[in-house]
């Protein structure tokens, strides 16, 4: 497509629940990074994947994140058990790998209630 | 670790040129990188600076000293619609993926 794509846009879940989110990258980016960013900070690294394998999940909080790219394509972020710490928005990005940086998609606002 | 400071907020008027500094902490250093963020908007990318210089694209620059682990966004001709967050970013051999500084909330006035 022509920009990063991420569904929901907007998800509000009961504290306890399971949730998934959803990114579909620009296509022929081979590089796919997930983000969290709370009101008023920067964005903070999660996951990042190179193809299909998660090159670099150091900033997953703890084993209640799990995300997957299975094609090497689309994206999804797994958040079990979800707690009311966890109400950001979620951003994702790809990249080519090049200077031209990274191109974010707008971002899931998830509420936890 | 990585670590990065910018100051929070910049005040600058209609036409005027303002510096947006940012100094990192990294092990290893592939490049400082700047995005910008309107509110409610999506991070959109402005810049990246591997070398020791300064990298002008129109109405912005950016700037980078390796050695004194810094470097600034220099926005001119301000318009109204540079209002936004500005972040930078860095990037290493130990964290390939960028790692951003917490941003600066830049205000135009009329």
């Known amino acids: 497509g022509a920009g990063v794509s991420q569904t929901p846009s907007n998800k509000v879940t009961e504290k306890g629940k399971y949730v998934e989110l959803r990114c579909d990258p620009i296509?022929?980016?081979?590089?796919l990074y997930w983000y969290r960013q709370s009101l008023g900070q920067g964005p903070e690294f999660l996951i990042y994947?190179?193809?299909?394998?998660?090159?670099?999940d150091s900033g997953l909080p703890n084993d209640r994140f799990f995300a997957v790219r299975p094609e090497g394509s689309v994206s999804t972020l797994k958040i079990q058990r979800t707690e009311r710490g966890d109400s950001a928005v979620y951003l994702c990005?790809?990249?080519?790998?090049?200077?031209?940086?990274?191109?974010f998609g707008s971002g899931t606002r998830l509420t936890v209630v | 670790g990585q670590s990065l400071e910018q100051p929070s907020e910049v005040t600058a008027v209609e036409g005027a040129i303002v510096q947006i500094n940012c100094t990192y902490q990294t092990s290893g250093f592939y490049g400082l990188s700047w995005y910008q963020q309107h509110d409610g908007g999506a991070p959109t990318f402005l810049s990246y600076?591997?070398?020791?210089g300064l990298e002008e694209t129109g109405r912005f620059s950016s700037f980078l000293s390796r050695s004194d682990s810094y470097g600034y966004l220099l926005l001119q001709e301000l318009q109204m619609k540079d209002s936004a967050s500005y972040f930078c970013?860095?990037?290493?051999?130990?964290?390939?993926?960028?790692?951003f500084g917490s941003g600066t909330r830049l205000q135009v006035q009329p």
């Open positions: 970013a860095v990037n290493s051999p130990g964290r390939r993926a960028l790692t």
């Open positions: 990005a790809s990249s080519s790998g090049g200077r031209d940086g990274y191109t």
């Open positions: 296509s022929g980016h081979t590089a």
């Open positions: 600076n591997a070398l020791d």
């Open positions: 994947f190179q193809g299909t394998g998660a090159a670099d």
